[in-house]
Nanobody
Framework: QVQLVESGGGLVQPGGSLTLSCVAS????????IGWFHQAPGNEREGVSCISSSDIYYVDAGKGRFTISRDNAKNTAYLQIHSLKPEDTGVYYCATVLGSWTECQPYNFHSWGQGTQVTVSS
């Protein structure tokens, strides 16, 4: 059974950092592109970072603050977020697509995790 499970969210003060994890099971992540998506309250889900075997994408608001990585041996992907801002609040999802993506947006990705909540507040 294909499954993605995110973890690492929580309540963080502005300026803090988090590392989100996405563990895949039921398939081998190697050969898949991985995306991280953010859904703020009342907003649509949007891509914030994607990684394939050859490309990395960051949304403009994440450049310099987000770091995406993957450990194929652990079948796990990560998203580090530094200098957290209140607007980073929301649910973060990981998703996968075989190969790569044409655009780091939800419609390009097929398998999804359940999400992990990040709240940035003092």
């Amino acid at each position: 059974q294909v499954q993605l499970v995110e973890s690492g969210g929580g309540l963080v003060q502005p300026g803090g950092s988090l590392t989100l994890s996405c563990v895949a099971s039921g398939f081998d992540l190697d050969g898949y592109a991985i995306g991280w998506f953010h859904q703020a309250p009342g907003n649509e889900r949007e891509g914030v970072s994607c990684i394939s075997s050859s490309d990395i994408y960051y949304v403009d608001a994440g450049k310099g603050r987000f770091t995406i990585s993957r450990d194929n041996a652990k079948n796990t992907a990560y998203l580090q977020i530094h200098s957290l801002k209140p607007e980073d609040t929301g649910v973060y999802y990981c998703a996968t697509v075989l190969g790569s993506w044409t655009e780091c947006q939800p419609y390009n990705f097929h398998s999804w995790g359940q999400g992990t909540q990040v709240t940035v507040s003092s």
